[in-house]
């Protein structure tokens, strides 16, 4: 089973920030938090990861909770083409407990309107 | 660059066929994943490869699945006996690192499977 919870969908308006929230409590010490996002018929994106330090690239920024128990991805101009399925995941790096395999929740639908 | 590329896109089978699926990884990415995914899910682990050696397969549904990656690149995953339940979209992704690794999985647009 995901260990994060999303919300099912969201609506941002074109231009506005879009922050998409993630829950992940039973995050353990050794697990990062990844971002794919996927668009209609294509396979998943990847996005941003990070361990406990916000985290900023070309597509969005990544804020971890002091905690760690929860996270945001920020996308900061929202544009038509952002509206996805956005997946929020933890994955243990040191594949101590599995193989490095994703586990997909259900995502927060994301939709961009004009 | 050049991301994994997974052919066909679209497979159109009668139930009972046998199926191959190709996936072409990343150069020089060690791990190589395929995930199911059925319509409004997400994906789901099938069997994953470091280099040549299938480290996982505990996400395969039956006997009836089966995958390859005989020189550490190219992958195959194939579905004998195909049946109506295993319509769905066929993932690969690669990763540059193997298990103790916290580099991203890439993934393709994946196969779309339909049994008729």
């Known amino acids: 089973d995901a260990k994060t919870t999303q919300p099912t969908s969201m609506d941002c308006a074109e231009g506005r920030a879009a922050n998409l929230p993630c829950n992940h409590s039973?995050?353990?010490?050794?697990?990062?938090v990844y971002w794919y996002r996927q668009i209609h018929s294509q396979g998943p994106q990847y996005i941003i990861h990070?361990?406990?330090n916000n985290e900023t690239n070309e597509m969005a920024s990544l804020i971890i909770t002091e905690d760690r128990k929860s996270s945001t991805l920020i996308l900061p101009h929202a544009t038509l083409r952002d509206t996805a399925v956005y997946y929020c995941?933890?994955?243990?790096?040191?594949?101590?407990?599995?193989?490095?395999?994703?586990?997909f929740g259900q995502g927060t639908t994301l939709q961009v309107k004009p | 660059g050049a991301g994994v590329s997974q052919s066909p896109r679209y497979k159109v089978a009668k139930r009972g066929q046998d199926v191959a699926l190709r996936c072409d990884p990343i150069?020089?990415?060690?791990?190589l994943f395929w995930y199911q995914q059925a319509l409004g899910q997400g994906p789901e682990f099938l069997t994953y490869f470091q280099n040549e050696a299938q480290l996982d397969k505990s996400g395969l549904p039956s006997d009836r699945f089966f995958a390859e990656r005989p020189e550490g690149s190219v992958s195959t995953l194939k579905i004998q006996r195909t049946q109506q339940e295993d319509s769905a979209v066929y993932l690969c992704?690669?990763?540059?690192?193997?298990?103790?690794?916290?580099?991203?999985?890439?993934f393709g647009d994946g196969t779309r499977l339909s049994i008729l």
């Open positions: 995941i933890v994955k243990d790096w040191l594949g101590s407990s599995n193989t490095g395999k994703l586990i």
């Open positions: 992704a690669s990763s540059l690192g193997g298990t103790s690794s916290n580099q991203p999985q890439h």
């Open positions: 039973t995050i353990s010490g050794n697990e990062y």
């Open positions: 990070g361990l406990k």
């Open positions: 150069s020089g990415h060690v791990s």
